[in-house]
């Protein structure tokens, strides 16, 4: 456990560092450069981050690739399997539910909400699509603390806040909206208009934008 | 055009106030205390983050709604349509073609492409499937600069490639892998295994990890 606080940008970057060793022999011992390397930034900046969860590597030599996805993995909380709601079963939410790459990583959607009559009570891609009005119930029932909001805009709020009644402790919000949530809860929100505007702003600055 | 090198956090923050302002009427004057309410951040960062494009407030009361506007749309270069190339036609590939925020913000996805022969060819939500292989020519015939890669991991680096060979400038990836680009091209990625390991992290930090 982390004496002090840890940054935002270093947990994002231990994410980066465990897929880059992925497939690498758990033998191998690491020079910090070459996994500096791998993830494109500086040796300072892998050894300030991994110094933060205490001495795991060899010294003067680098890290032990199998310590070091071990205890990645643990300080991410990867090796265990995450129970996941996620609401909104539109074409994001659909595409969310498809993506091969969360259950690969320890993260499993149990249950799908949505607001739409002629979808409750299908089945899809294995999971059951429940009323949005039970979410509270639901979660609290099969103990889910990670919700995923995939609904228009203005329904995001009330959404989280079932979800935050159900007991869910982390949000990942992709309505593009603001919404609000108590300390106790970390959000994270997936903006793509806020993504497609920065670019376009680097592309007015290039001089390209034309006349 | 600005003196400094702006921060891209103070882009995002841009494209958070400008979504912030749209329901509010022109005529109105708003004290940037107001708008840092609005969108959650201090006053202070509003005025910092404003300040690097010039004066546009008036001066003891704040900043007229439809200036605003009107500025914060030109310097992100919202205020033309932007012509994009999606890659990748799998489910989230569809979900970003018929996601209405887009178009709404001036961003157009003008062409698909995919490497899926029984793909190729068809029109979706009116816009023409192409082949990979024609990424460049396509890209240079039409003029566009924007692209979104939305393959798998393993097709991520070739694509770009083929983006930037057709004159690209800026990249949204969606694989889950780090693509390199030249310096003269804008890159952005999103990736959604960063964005639930970082919840994963502080779910377990706040102690209910379980046994």
Known sequence: MPRFKVPEATVERLSVYLRSIKRLKDERVLPS?????????SDGQVRKDLAYFGEFGVPGQGYRVGTLKEEISRILGVDRVWSIALVGMGNLGAALLAYPG????????????????????????????????KIPQILFEQEIKMGIIATPAQAAQAVASKLIEGGVKAILNFAPVRIVVPDRVKLRNVDLSIELETLSYFLGRKGIAGG
Chains 1, 2 share one sequence.
């Not at 450069?33 to 930034?41: M, P």
């Not at 969360?102 to 959607?109: N, V």
């Not at 799908?112 to 409750?120: A, G, M, R």
Request: charged share 35%.
């Open 33 to 41: 450069q070459e996994l500096a390397d791998l993830v494109g930034t």
């Open 102 to 133: 969360f259950k690969r990583q320890g993260f499993e959607i149990k249950v799908v909400f949505d607001n739409d009559l002629s979808k409750i009570g299908k089945v899809w891609q294995g999971v059951k699509i429940e009323d949005v009005e």
